[in-house]
C-alpha cells in the first residue's frame, strides 16, 4: 500500500517532529484531521500551531523557522494555489508533509517532501470526500508517536 511505504519512508522525519518547529495546515473537510492531529500531538506535548487560513499560511511561508515542519491537509493540490506558499517554504527549508485526498500536481514537490495520496473518492453527487482516509494516516502517526515517545521514556 502506497500510504505504509510513504510513511516508512519518512519514518525518521515523524520520530524527529519533537525537536523542530510544526505547523499543520487545513481548511474546509481537510480541517477535519488536521484539527484531530494538532490535538492529538498536544496531547503528546508535541507543540504546534494550527492553520485554516490560507492567507496566513502564505504569509507565514515566508518567515518559517529554518526547517520547520509544514503539514498541509488538502483536497486537491492546485499549484495556483500552493505554488508560492511552497516555493518560500523551500527557501526556508522547511519540511513539508502533503495529506492529500487526491493527486498533488507534480510541481509542487521536491524529493526532501513527503508525499502521502489518501485517494478518497468524492461523495456521492457532491464534491466533497470523506476524509476518513485521512483520519486514518492521522491515526497511524499518533500511533506511531506514541510507541516511538513511549520507548524513549522507558528503553527497556
Known amino acids: 500500500c502506497r500510504i505504509f511505504q ?3 519512508k519518512s519514518e525518521e522525519e515523524w520520530s524527529s ?15 477535519l484531521p488536521a484539527k484531530y492531529l494538532y490535538s492529538m500531538l498536544n496531547s503528546m506535548d508535541i507543540p504546534c500551531i494550527y492553520i485554516d487560513w490560507i492567507d496566513f499560511l502564505r504569509a507565514l511561508s515566508k518567515s518559517l523557522p529554518e526547517n520547520a515542519t509544514l503539514i498541509i491537509f488538502t483536497n486537491y493540490g492546485e499549484a495556483s494555489i500552493y505554488q508560492s506558499i511552497i516555493d518560500s ?10 495529506i492529500s485526498s487526491s493527486e498533488i500536481n507534480p510541481s509542487l514537490l521536491t524529493d526532501s517532501d513527503t508525499y502521502i495520496w489518501t485517494q478518497e473518492v468524492p461523495l456521492e453527487h457532491v464534491h ?12 497511524l502517526i499518533v500511533e506511531y508517536l506514541r510507541h516511538h ?6 528503553p527497556f
Open 6 to 8: 510513504e510513511f516508512e
Open 149 to 154: 515517545i513511549k520507548k524513549q521514556e522507558d
Open 128 to 139: 466533497l470526500r470523506t476524509k476518513m482516509t485521512s483520519f486514518l494516516v492521522v491515526q
Open 17 to 31: 517532529l519533537r525537536n523542530k518547529s510544526i505547523y499543520i495546515y487545513g481548511r474546509n473537510m481537510s480541517s
Open 89 to 98: 517554504c523551500h527557501q526556508r527549508h522547511a519540511n513539508i508533509i502533503w
